[in-house]
DNA sequence: TTATAAAAGGATAAATTTGTCCTTAATTAT
DNA sequence: ATAATTAAGGACAAATTTATCCTTTTATAA
């Protein structure tokens, strides 16, 4: 369905808006050990979702760290998606033809497009805030770990 | 979404279905040109779907090629997915976490199970023949020619 | 003002996916 | 029988994705 790419960037953002603020920022090890991710590579796609004012806020040198800003945390949950350049999943036709539209549609076209449909309700229409409201409520995990990591 | 791979053995195998019979085979050639794939690649999928008696049938040599039999043409499209190991799509987790389950939930697994469930619908209750069917009634596209290309 | 801590950025490497090419095996028309 | 035709299979190559490492820049604490 996403690239690793895209789910690593989910997971990170989700995690940073749970636990991090401007004044209680997280450092890339802890957001890689947060969701279980390899470091390095999360990093590299931290750089993708802080560039150019886009969803992730950070601030380099000591006491720094990543954090969203309220604005942030009101965007919709495509935005991440695009930050990674993912957002073709909601418009994509299931077959993997150039166009996906009514006027040339595949055989699964008829069936599929209401799934794709949902799936950009679900993308579009949740706010990255929603996902943390929810995650205070219920017990939702962000990683593969058995139980939530202790700070040592 | 699927990969290429997954795109070309749906393609493909709807493709075949819809042109092919046991006594008018299709050959290679025929198959990538009208699916607008990469011939020698299809070719190498084409192996996956018909090994040990999966979704497509083949004969080689004079008049030999690609067909469906009337037992492949009620399989569910998942049969296509499962000869080229891409079934996880309809079970993941949608930000990569190594289970997906009510006891386990991410933070969108509420909103996602339902698009889960619709696409694995999609999928198991969906047959090959249902699709060729359709084909027959309304004008659907299976590559991104702008017209049916003529037999030469 | 110096040392330390943190993200940013660049180069590179490893792994996987996508794609090609050539030989082999099987079938059938001649 | 032989030649022609077709899929199967193996080896390899290109492209992309995933991942690591090292240096640079920025900020702050001491
Ligand atoms: S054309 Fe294939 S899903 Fe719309
Ligand atoms: S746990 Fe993430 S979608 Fe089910």
Redesign the interface.
């Known amino acids: 369905?996403?690239s690793?790419t895209a789910?690593?960037a989910?997971?990170a953002t989700?995690y940073i808006a749970q636990k991090g603020t401007e004044d209680n920022k997280l450092g890339i090890d802890e957001v890689a050990e947060g969701i279980d991710s390899p470091k390095s590579f999360t990093a590299k796609i931290l750089q993708l979702l802080t560039q150019n004012d886009r969803v992730v806020s950070s601030v380099r040198g000591r006491n720094g760290g990543f954090y969203l800003t309220d604005r942030a945390r009101k965007l919709p949950?495509r935005a991440i998606l695009e930050a990674v350049e993912e957002e073709e999943?909601i418009t994509?036709c299931?077959?993997?033809?150039?166009?996906c539209s009514e006027t040339?549609?595949?055989?699964?076209?008829?069936?599929?497009k209401?799934?794709k449909k949902?799936?950009k309700q679900?993308f579009e229409k949740?706010s990255i805030q929603q996902?943390?409201e929810?995650?205070n409520k219920?017990n939702?995990?962000?990683?593969?770990q058995k139980a939530p990591k202790k700070r040592s």
């Open positions: 369905m996403l690793k789910e690593y989910l997971r989700i949950v999943v994509k299931v077959l993997g033809l150039k166009e040339r549609p595949c055989p699964m076209h008829l069936q599929y209401a799934i949902q799936l679900l949740t996902l943390v929810e995650s219920g939702l995990f962000i990683n593969n």
